[in-house]
T-cell receptor
Framework: DGGITQSPKYLFRKEGQNVTLSCEQN?????MYWYRQDPGQGLRLIYY???????QKGDIAEGYSVSREKKESFPLTVTSAQKNPTAFYLC?????????????FGSGTRLTVV | KQEVTQIPAALSVPEGENLVLNCSFT??????LQWFRQDPGKGLTSLLL?????REQTSGRLNASLDKSSGRSTLYIAASQPGDSATYLC??????????FGKGTKLTVNP
């Protein structure tokens, strides 16, 4: 079955560490997105990519980095510069940049700072 | 800048009741509006997508409407069941191709 796979499901980070969240899709979608969700908040866009080797900052990109070397993969690195990284992270993809075709979401990664 | 608001933030109803969830958006220049369901600790499941040229979409007991001119969408759930308990999110997609989400409505259906 086609879909989006996020791993790991749970991730723990020590202060000062960088961690990378994986997102893989086999839907042949062009665009991929990373969102952050905090309790009581809506989803906020971190980064997005519409084609391979190109990506754009979203609303809260500070302290995060991404790469898009393959169409299927869009990993997110949470750097030590992100002061409050504890959150639920969701990856999504869409076809043709997303206009009128909707988004498909992964099952999420919960990141906790210890 | 697009802003999406969902009212109410939480709703509790007895099983079998018909209910309406509301979503409003400030910029009517949208490509589509999408409704999602989120169970606790899980990702988002797409329920319905209404393109800008459409007025409504139906899937089973769910019906979503879109009124671009007034900046409003509603999700109607018929004959609610305990399994419908979840958080429902609406999201508007505009020319930037980014989805802007509301904060969601947490629905509890009591047996």
């Amino acid at each position: 079955d086609g879909g989006i796979t996020q791993s790991p499901k749970y991730l723990f980070r020590k202060e000062g560490q960088n961690v990378t969240l994986s997102c893989e899709q086999n839907l042949n979608h062009d665009a991929m997105y990373w969102y952050r969700q905090d309790p009581g908040q809506g989803l906020r866009l971190i980064y997005y990519s519409q084609i391979v080797n190109d990506f754009q900052k979203g609303d809260i990109a500070e302290g995060y980095s991404v790469s898009r070397e393959k169409k299927e993969s869009f990993p997110l690195t949470v750097t030590s510069a992100q002061k409050n990284p504890t959150a639920f992270y969701l990856c999504a993809s869409s076809i043709r940049g997303g206009n009128n075709y909707g988004y498909t979401f992964g099952s999420g990664t919960r990141l906790t700072v210890v | 800048k697009q802003e999406v608001t969902q009212i109410p933030a939480a709703l509790s109803v007895p099983e079998g009741e018909n209910l309406v969830l509301n979503c409003s958006f400030t910029d009517s220049a949208i490509y589509n509006l999408q409704w999602f369901r989120q169970d606790p600790g899980k990702g988002l499941t797409s329920l319905l997508l209404i393109q800008s040229s459409q007025r409504e979409q139906t899937s089973g007991r769910l019906n979503a409407s879109l009124d671009k001119s007034s900046g409003r969408s509603t999700l109607y759930i018929a004959a609610s069941q305990p399994g419908d308990s979840a958080t429902y999110l609406c999201a508007a997609q505009g020319g930037s191709e980014k989805l802007v989400f509301g904060k969601g409505t947490k629905l509890t259906v009591n047996p």
